[in-house]
């Protein structure tokens, strides 16, 4: 199935505009073996066609479909172990200790894929809860939402089922036992005191997230890699303003905040870099 370099270059515009996400001419392989799975499962004559079809008003259900074959869904449990260590360490001792008399804390997974970031938050707030139990007083220690902009991602998710391979890439025994169970030799799914944390939906970077906000925490790791600098820009900005005051912000290792670092206070732990929205005075 021919791939021209006109309809390449179309059909990035529409990726971009639709996801943020930025394709040069490098990635034809890449499109064309995405998305000719979408080509002929909704019967098209071939990718010109596929880009008619996704200017067209009516084109929004393909236009998600070529979301979700494009977006990259590598993830897995506790990715990257040192980030979670500083969040542990340093974000929920903190926000837990400010908010002892205020409202619930809110997180986010603001690239949540299949949804395993989401669950491992759920797992550290459910672990700092057990452990300090005279911070708690016994209350359901915060409420995660978990986004992606691939609504196949965001429905996996939601089901919290893993296949074993799934659930041994980040999980240790004990933590896969008390969060997780399964019958016999199916899928390992998330227990309803894991679940009740978490909640899912379907979320696109593009938009401004301040309407889902305000967050005491963001994590947004390695997806502002597939974006322009513009974008990140944008996306950036976007994610200052959905956090509270003194709210805790986590990119990934390869990222940075694209020239708005001043608006936040950098903090070092190990390995990682967690960023700080700097308090209002007053």
């Keep these: 199935m021919e791939l021209t370099p006109q309809t390449l270059i179309a059909l990035a515009g529409l990726i971009r505009e639709d996801s943020g996400i930025s394709l040069g001419p490098d990635k034809s392989y890449l ?27 009516t084109g929004s259900a393909l236009r998600q479909a070529v979301i979700d074959a494009i977006t990259v869904k590598e993830t897995r449990f506790f990715r990257d172990h040192g980030c979670f260590e500083a969040i542990a360490q340093h974000v929920l001792p903190a926000l837990f200790g400010a908010n002892r008399s205020r409202r619930r804390l809110r997180i986010w997974s ?42 196949e991602a965001i429905q996996r998710a939601k089901l919290g089922r893993y296949s074993d391979a799934e659930a041994h890439r980040g999980l240790s025994a004990e933590r896969l036992r008390r969060f997780f169970h399964r019958q016999g030799e199916g899928p390992w799914s998330a227990r309803e005191t894991l679940r009740q944390l978490v909640q899912f939906r379907q979320f696109n970077l593009m938009k401004s997230p301040e309407m889902l906000g305000p967050f005491d925490l963001i994590l947004c790791r390695n997806v502002l890699i597939y974006f322009d600098v513009a ?28 020239g708005i670092d001043h608006r936040f206070e950098t903090i070092v732990s190990g390995r990682s870099i967690l960023y700080r929205r700097a308090q209002r005075d007053g």
């Design 231 to 258: 974008t990140r820009r944008k996306v950036c900005r976007g994610l200052h303003t959905a956090l509270s005051d003194g709210g805790w912000l986590v990119l990934g290792a390869a990222e940075s905040l694209y």
């Design 110 to 151: 603001a690239a949540a894929s299949t949804g395993q970031e989401a669950y491992s938050l759920a797992i550290l707030a459910s672990e700092f809860s057990e452990a300090h139990p005279s911070t708690m007083k016994g209350a359901v220690p915060c409420t995660i939402l978990g986004s992606d902009v691939s609504d």
């Design 31 to 57: 499109l064309r073996h995405r998305l000719a799975p979408v080509v002929r499962n909704h019967q098209l004559a071939g990718f010109d066609q596929l880009v008619d079809r996704m200017r067209l008003r």
